[in-house]
């Protein structure tokens, strides 16, 4: 017996067309002339001692091409994590190399990428412009990509094994596997990790349109250059109209991709019932009742279909195995390859770094431990203290979705403000209270700290199934137990892969914490972000490499020796069973 339409039935398959259809259409055109426009300009002649301005009339400009650097770097981002963490889940030996050396890529800060990115791509592109800026893209890329390529691959291993075992009995094929069942797994962690890794984006933003390389300084016109100019000279007013537009840039980012990304992957949430508080998008309500998009759907459908079916042909079916640990001959040669062609990179790359850190005396050598030991000390305190609030806040709003709607926007508002651009006001009030830079530093590694924490509690929380919290009233549970028994083992292993990607962070940030220009004059700290940072502006690459080394190797020895035991504690004891 087929069930009669409800009224929202009914809005849902209405067929007419309206207004916001044709308004549809428009926007749509726009934003296709909009990105023509501002992609055309990346190929002209450039200056590098371009000449950024503070004044009103070019921060449309300035914002539509920071937009779409960082609409490149996200989509290069995107497609990084489906590969990178996709081959490390599908092949074990490939993960042996491939997870402890993302912790190597993650750890290393932007600045350390610089030098040799900018200069490859100059080199390429002769006095054109488009070498710079696929140098800033690729910059922002390796600010935006770990922590959503961590996430996907904690969501891949932790896929619970009956639903592994179904797709076997079903003979579903590689493709099929990954679009039913291994890219669903993902959705809820993969779209709160995109949100992290946009406000990422902005907080490097100043660092990446406009920087120093010896004796060369680099500028590309953009809300983070202009941001970053207004802040050096102190002018608040300049500051406080880059601020004002990057705040609207992220509500309407926070309106049109996000909300509706966030209440779209809801349905890939384990659950056996349906939960009655669910995230709400208008936006995605309108699309899904669009005659437009319903019509342009249609269009699309029979060309979809031959792609999944090709794609079908083209994997084999999945074979029920005797024996688990039983190989293809085939994934036997692609890891050995893999493995062989990694070393024989990793072999030439020691011994030019070798010969490059030759030149190197003890006294650069002593800062640079002085400066480990320092910034140590300041990741470990913006950790803890990140980790009290980001928690009991995270869990609130993941579990609340109306509280995560009035929240939502003003968390990615706080975690996309360049915290350079607030440092000026920042410094001053530390200076009044005689703190300086010492306290200060620590406050803008939080900055760049517990936005990774908190959105991965946020996606934490939300994934835990709604039947558990209300098995947890009928059992009369205290907020105690329910915090014991179910809230924190459901959110560890997302509260793991957020540490894990914070603390990569946090010594990121060490790089703009510890090093600040303010009024023509450079304000600094002892630490490894200092030695950085100076390294990179004076081209002294020797010092940048060995200061680079040495936070890396403190990153992975970390994450080695603490945060990777409880990530497999996570994946073994707190993995959700269906």
């Not at 959105?455 to 835990?464: D, P």
């Not at 700290?525 to 010092?543: D, R, V, W």
């Amino acid at each position: 017996m087929t069930r009669p339409l409800t009224p929202a039935n009914k809005t849902l398959e209405r067929s007419a067309w309206t207004w916001q259809d044709g308004l549809l259409i428009l926007a749509i055109f726009s934003l296709i002339l909009v990105i023509v426009q501002t992609a055309s300009q990346f190929s002209s002649d450039y200056n590098p001692n371009f000449q950024i301005e503070t004044t009103l009339n070019v921060l449309p400009a300035y914002t539509a091409q920071s937009l779409l650097r960082m609409a490149a770097a996200y989509f290069l981002s995107l497609l990084f994590t489906l590969v990178y963490a996709y081959s490390a889940y599908r092949f074990p030996l490939a993960a042996k190399i491939l997870i402890p050396l993302l912790d190597i890529l993650q750890s290393i800060p932007v600045l350390s990428f610089l030098p040799g990115v900018v200069l490859a791509l100059v080199t390429l592109f002769p006095g054109q412009r488009i070498g710079v800026e696929l140098a800033s893209i690729i910059l922002i890329f390796t600010g935006m990509t770990w922590n959503m390529t961590f996430s996907f691959y904690q969501s891949l291993s932790g896929i619970p094994r009956e639903l592994k075992e179904a797709a076997q009995v079903y003979r579903l094929n590689a493709w099929q596997q990954f679009w039913t069942l291994e890219l669903p797994a993902g959705a809820i962690g993969l779209v709160w990790n995109s949100v992290m890794s946009v406000a990422g984006g902005w907080f490097f933003l100043i660092a990446i349109e406009s920087f120093t390389l010896g004796d060369k300084n680099f500028n590309l016109p953009g809300l983070g250059s202009y941001l970053g100019k207004a802040a050096n000279e102190g002018n608040f007013g300049a500051i406080g109209w880059g601020l004002a537009v990057l705040i609207a840039v992220i509500i309407a980012l926070d309106f049109l991709i996000w909300q509706p990304l966030i209440a779209w992957a809801e349905k890939f949430k384990y659950q056996a019932v349906e939960a009655t508080n669910v995230p709400q998008s208008k936006l995605l309500d309108f699309l899904r009742r669009s005659a437009t998009l319903r019509v342009f759907k249609s269009r699309i459908s029979p060309i979809r279909d031959s792609f999944d079916r090709g794609l079908a042909r083209a994997f084999a079916p999945a074979n029920l195995q005797t024996n688990p640990r039983q190989k293809s001959r085939i994934g036997n040669w692609i890891n050995w390859i893999f493995v062989s062609g990694f070393a024989v990179i990793v072999l030439w790359g020691t011994w030019e770094a070798v010969l490059l850190l030759r030149l190197l005396n003890l006294s650069d050598w002593q800062k640079v431990m002085t400066g480990a030991f320092f910034t140590a000390l300041r990741v470990i305190c913006a950790l803890f203290l990140s980790l009290l609030w980001t928690v009991p806040v995270g869990v609130a709003i993941g579990r609340n979705p109306r509280l995560a709607q009035i929240l939502q926007p003003l968390v990615q508002i706080a975690a996309s403000v360049p915290a350079t651009a607030l440092f000026p006001v920042l410094l001053l009030a530390l200076i009044q209270a005689g703190g300086g830079l010492q306290i200060g530093s620590v406050a803008l590694m939080m900055l760049g700290t517990m936005w990774y924490l908190l959105f991965n509690v946020i996606a934490g929380a939300q994934a835990i199934p709604s039947e558990l919290f209300e098995a947890a009233q009928v059992y009369k549970l205290s907020l105690i137990q329910l915090w014991k028994s179910l809230i924190l083992p459901g959110i560890f292993p997302y509260l793991i892969t957020g540490i894990i990607t914070a603390v990569g962070g946090a010594w990121n940030a060490s790089i703009v914490s510890e090093y600040v220009q303010f009024k023509g004059q450079i304000v600094t700290t002892e630490g490894l972000g200092e030695t950085i940072s100076q390294a990179t502006a004076s081209g002294n690459f020797p010092l940048l490499l060995a200061a680079t080394s040495v936070m890396s190797l403190l990153v992975v020895l970390t994450n080695r020796l603490v945060w990777r035991p409880l990530y497999r504690l996570a994946q073994e004891k707190y993995q959700l069973l269906v």
